[in-house]
């Protein structure tokens, strides 16, 4: 169950763990380098079917994603 609202910060899961050793707590803490967030974001290489709208308020909320297009988008579609 979900409880809050799905939003920046929601706890979605939870346990406790007790009396767990160092060794192993380090097994579960994947270094960064490991971590999909911080791979490098690719164009897709199939169809682009994302909707144009969508697609502008991603850009607006996240300038720095603007070129990060899959092949075939037309950038002259939208204005």
Known sequence: ???DELEHGCE???S???GVSEKKIKSWVLPKSKLEVFAPIR???GPD???ADVIEMVYKRSPHLKGIRGPGYNKKRRK
């Open 49 to 51: 079917y994302a909707s």
């Open 1 to 3: 169950m979900i409880y």
């Open 12 to 14: 979605i899961n939870f």
């Open 43 to 45: 164009p897709h290489r």
């Open 16 to 18: 406790r763990d007790v």
